[in-house]
């Protein structure tokens, strides 16, 4: 069996079937087997677990999870790399690979048919290029899974996580906690990669929540306040909601003051809760 993680493993692949790292697909593998076993740890893949990925590259993830879960379907946008997973996934039968866009493939309906109605862990080295939408895609649209382990870049994760008052915390982080409780459960040093990109990389571990944090009662609408509170992050909240929901700041002093939030606070002292509060008061004016 070829050792997936191993630089020569690539190069012997790149030059049998002449294949080509593409930059805009964030082609970059991991060659590290000891971080590989971290994650499978990490997101603890079991006998009875079902594993969607995203982007298996030359399988060596896959590999890893298709020996510890029941089953492992994997997507791919690069046709390139079908050949490739051929070879290199071919003593595993427990296996789908997908040839798919993951923003564009019916996921409601893959989960239907390759799962038995289970909802799966999502587990995947993400392309860094479009690493945001597809977990938010994953959160909003509310795709049936109970974990979103994903290799990230460092700064991408420390947003995710991050809590009021800290100067990373902000939109990202209200989503995301907003809707799933998330860790970061691994470290990797951009030299585990190949190509080696420029900066490093963590896993963070997404556990879906079985309801939001906040219980509002429009969900649009709190995060029309969250990304206006935000949208200027050097103004008062009073400003900034004001000019992001366009609204006169004689109704956002009300509705804050209402909430006892002090209008001179900024977007990033408040908590989802607070969040949660102040959506709620604006519903109830807005439709005054
Ligand atoms: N899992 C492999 C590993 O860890 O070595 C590869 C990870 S690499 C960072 C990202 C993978 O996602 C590549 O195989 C790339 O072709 C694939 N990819 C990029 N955009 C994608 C998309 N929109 N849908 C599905 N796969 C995609």
Known sequence: MLKLSSPKTIKYIMEKYGFKFSKSLGQNFLIDERVIEEIMEGAEIGPEDYVLEVGPGIGVMTQAMAERAKKVVSVEIDSSLLP???????????????????????????IDREFDGQKPKVVANLPYYVTTP???????????VTDIVVMVQKEVADRIVSEPDSKIYGALSVAVQFYA?????????????????????VVVRMKLRETPKVD????????????AAFGMRRKTLLNALSAGLNVSKEMVTEVMEGCGIDPKRRGETLSIEEFG??????????NA
């Open 277 to 286: 509060q102040l959506a709620d008061a604006f519903e109830g004016e807005m």
């Open 216 to 227: 509002v009662k429009d969900r649009k609408l709190f995060f029309r306040v969250v990304k």
């Open 134 to 144: 597809i977990i938010m895609m994953f959160l909003e649209e509310g795709i049936p």
């Open 84 to 110: 490739v997973l051929d070879e290199t996934l071919a003593p595993h039968d427990n296996i789908v690979i997908i040839h798919d866009d993951i923003l564009k493939v019916d996921l409601r309906a893959l």
């Open 181 to 201: 409780a998330p860790k970061v459960i691994v470290k990797a040093p951009k030299g585990l990669f190949m190509p080696q990109p420029k900066v490093d990389s």
